[in-house]
């Protein structure tokens, strides 16, 4: 599978880690950044992983800060990314099964690389369900924010 990977500092030392499993997994890695523990804006990270997995360049992405959650954020902002924040495996499992997850997010300072190989596995392995919940992930990707606000429906189309 071709999957892009990115990170900040917060990141830095898990993401390295997942990246020598991932290829040793047989995953085709590109790996973003960043490159050393120095200091860097993690949007910047989510949104280049982000576009390139809702514009069809990779399969998946996987991000990772110091929690998961500025990166999950950040990605889901993104028309086309369904990111999830999985900090076990069964989340990993249902985020797959039941939302079409295309971007995990991790957190570097939550997860061991044990437990965060884990988790990945189990994410890259698990197929979406389809059925019921392909119009609920229609919906999420059809879902225009700002509409909720106005009192019109928060849905496109």
Not at 18 to 25: E, K, N, Y
């Amino acid at each position: 599978m071709k999957i892009m990977v990115g990170c900040d500092h917060g990141g830095y030392e898990l993401k390295e880690k997942l990246v020598v499993h991932l290829r040793q997994q047989g995953h085709q890695v590109e790996d973003i950044g960043a490159h050393s523990l120095d200091s860097v804006d993690y949007p910047e990270y989510a949104v280049k992983v982000g576009r390139a997995v809702a514009g069809g360049a990779v399969e998946r992405g996987i991000l990772v800060c110091g929690s998961g959650i500025g990166m999950c954020i950040a990605a889901n902002r993104i028309p086309g990314v369904r990111a999830v924040q999985a900090n076990e495996p069964y989340a990993a499992k249902m985020a797959r099964r039941h939302n079409d997850s295309n971007v995990l997010c991790l957190g570097g300072r939550f997860l061991g690389p044990g437990l965060a190989a884990e988790v990945v596995d189990v994410w890259l392995a698990e197929a979406f369900e389809g059925g019921r919940h392909q119009k609920r992930v229609e919906m999420i990707d059809h879902c225009d924010g700002d509409a909720g606000v106005t009192g019109g429906s928060p849905f496109k189309g």
